[in-house]
């Protein structure tokens, strides 16, 4: 089993959708979540953090599910500016550095 | 507010050349990371560093090495160039252990032909 899970999809969606990507992890001991977006040919950017059950941000909001060992997240009315790869990402090792998630791609249609 | 600074963007390698790629942050972080990422296998971390002078291993090594002599760059060498290190490399920086997200640079473009 990978460290790190994601659905790749892609998932096509219209604009004022409701879409949520689930995201596995296998280190039942991890603390701390993270949600990237990364845009065509850019740097992935941090959206959400997650620490304990949850968070929430505008349109987005992030749950973890520790007995399942999954985080989601959730885009409420889906904007075609929302279209991106989002990244999942765990903390491992010694350093705690991160470990991602191949992505998930989200496709907002007009 | 420059952040994460990668140099250069992009970059074509002869196989066998050698090259450094350049990581500079702004932001007094301790911990710095090289990562690379490749279609359909997601950001792979190749040696991270947990302050000035220390530097490790991490999912993907071979064919590179790198450097940290001040707190602020963190440097990424490909000794020998292959076909296989085409990638897009990222760098990035972290305040702590994992707790914080990173920052990551824009990222370099390298193709080795």
């Known amino acids: 089993r990978k460290e790190v899970e994601q659905d790749p999809g892609p998932f096509n969606v219209p604009e004022g959708a409701t879409v949520a990507f689930n995201c596995t992890y296998s280190n039942s001991a991890s603390q701390s979540f993270f949600w990237y977006r990364q845009d065509c040919r850019k740097e992935p950017k941090l959206l959400m953090s997650?620490?304990?059950s949850g968070n929430e941000d505008g349109r987005f909001t992030a749950q973890l599910n520790r007995a399942s060992q999954y985080i989601s997240l959730l885009i409420r009315d889906s904007k075609l500016s929302d279209s991106a790869t989002y990244l999942c990402a765990v903390p491992r090792g010694s350093a705690r550095q991160l470990t991602f998630g191949s992505g998930t791609q989200l496709t907002v249609l007009p | 507010n420059a952040g994460v600074t990668q140099t250069p963007k992009f970059r074509v390698l002869k196989t066998g050349q050698s090259m450094t790629l350049l990581c500079a942050q702004d932001?007094?972080?301790?911990?710095m990371y090289w990562y690379r990422q490749d279609p359909g296998m997601g950001l792979r971390l190749i040696h991270y560093?947990?302050?000035?002078?220390?530097?490790a291993k991490g999912e993907v090594p071979d064919g590179y090495n790198v450097s940290r002599l001040k707190k602020q760059n963190f440097l990424l060498g490909l000794e020998s160039a292959a076909p296989s290190q085409t990638s897009v490399y990222f760098c990035?920086?972290?305040?702590?252990?994992?707790?914080?997200?990173?920052?990551f640079g824009s990222g370099t473009r390298l193709t080795v032909v």
């Open positions: 990035a920086s972290s305040h702590g252990r994992g707790y914080y997200g990173y920052t």
């Open positions: 560093s947990v302050g000035e002078g220390t530097t």
């Open positions: 997650v620490y304990s």
């Open positions: 932001m007094n972080h301790e911990y």
